[in-house]
């Protein structure tokens, strides 16, 4: 078909059928094979179909997608041995947004602590099952009480909050120990020291400007600057993985569309599933095989099939595998799944020329029309019209002050939530204690001995927690991975 994004050519061409790019890929390969290259031939040819991508740039070289190629000479030996001059290749930029967690270069992306929800954190903090208990705590009192934790100084105040009041809690919601709830706080301070206290804030990314086309009908490239935020492994994955479960949470279905409404690339894909408890991976392996009836379709980029769980490695339909090297008997182990993943070509020796291929050279297999796969052809990859390599320091200020949301995310919003509401309610306990205190000092002591255990102070906050939820709206509903389900609850 006219529209089937070429990957590359052997015996035969191999291309991705745009109605079956929603049922996910893989890329895999050592490092130095080619991957980022086919990653940026992959984007840049849905981009021109019109699909949005988004994709983290974890080498900080993909920027240059927004670049018209041009001056390599190996790119135009690949393009002259493959014959793509004859069908249209052209060297052209796509339409770019630059992102940054840290908002150097390119835009500031944030989440609130609400929308990423008790599971997510949990992973992102590395907490035990006992802290992770407590946190889940802390939110279920936030979310039935229709407060929202928007920032980090939102969650220490729920925090506080919930460990002050543990004994009025433990009936309904268990024992919240003190131990863990300091021990959340540490690692709180660690993440913020790590730069998460920028993930976490208002604005908070709309979803719908991740999925724009500009004025020719191209998708827009959404590049996630990476390359720093991928020291931290546990920040990188979890912000991918909470981005993916917004995805599912609030688009529509779509059942099977004539192309994506967006294509997700999870570059270093293993860094999502290393010590991941089990209950996580079979989230995502849900998420996975249901957000292709959303018409996302997700591609894991790492070296191995092996990086990537059964129950989800079953679900990605378009397989790119560059060399492997065997030095090892798990390298060898891993030649081996990687080749019987494939639907097997007679005429070729998939296990043996997975360890001889050289850079731009993959075994690749996509799903023909009826969601077949087909046979593994060994193919020499297409190369892209756009740039390869990183942008200048001026084109990246350039792009960004020309792109779609220039002006929408660069300040920092700091409106009333959790944090407000607690200490106000704290303000009035306090003054509600003090007021009571002097009453009940100018009566006589027996009155006092009739009051019970509860405070006044712990009195007056439960009455003011039980009239929450009618002041500040319903209660917040989570989705699959905790997050907020059917799209935001701000108030």
Known sequence: MQNDILIGKGTHPVSIRPQMANRHGLVAGATGTGKTVTLQ??????????VPVFLADVKGDLAGISQAGGGNDRVAERVVELGLQAEGFRYAACPVILWDLYGEQGHPVRTTISEMG????????????????????????????????????????????????????????????????????????TLEDQGGRLLFGEPALDLADLMQTDEHGHGVVNVLAADRLIRNRALYATFLLWLLSELFEQ???????????????????????????????????????????????????TQSPMDVPDEVLGQLGNRVQHALRAFTPRDQKAVRAAAQTFRQNPDLDSEQTIT?????????????????PGIVQHIKVAPPGSQLGPVTPEQRRALMASSLVAGIYDRTIDRESAYEILKLMADQAALAAETASAATN????RATSRRGAQTPLEAFAASTMRSLGTQLGRQLVRGTLGSLFGGRRRR
């Open 442 to 445: 100018s009566r006589p002591s």
């Open 356 to 372: 001889t291929m050289g850079v731009g050279e993959a075994l690749a297999s996509t799903l023909d029309s009826d969601g077949i």
């Open 251 to 301: 688009l529509p279905e779509v059942g099977d569309p004539h192309k994506p409404k967006l294509v997700f690339f999870f570059d270093e894909a293993h860094l999502l599933f290393d010590d991941a408890p089990k209950v996580l991976i079979d989230k995502v392996e849900q998420v996975v095989r249901l957000i292709r009836s959303k018409g996302v379709g997700v591609y894991f980029v």
């Open 41 to 50: 031939r992959l984007a840049e040819q849905f981009s021109r179909l019109g």
């Open 118 to 189: 008790p599971m997510l954190l949990s992973r992102l903090l590395e907490l035990n099952d006992v802290q992770q208990g407590v946190l889940t705590i802390c939110f279920r009192v936030a979310d039935e009480n229709g407060l929202l934790l928007l920032d980090m100084q939102d969650l220490r105040a729920m925090l506080t909050y919930v460990a002050d009041h543990a004994a009025a809690l433990r009936t309904r919601y268990g024992n919240v120990s003190a131990a863990s709830v300091g021990a959340i706080q540490r690692r709180l301070l």
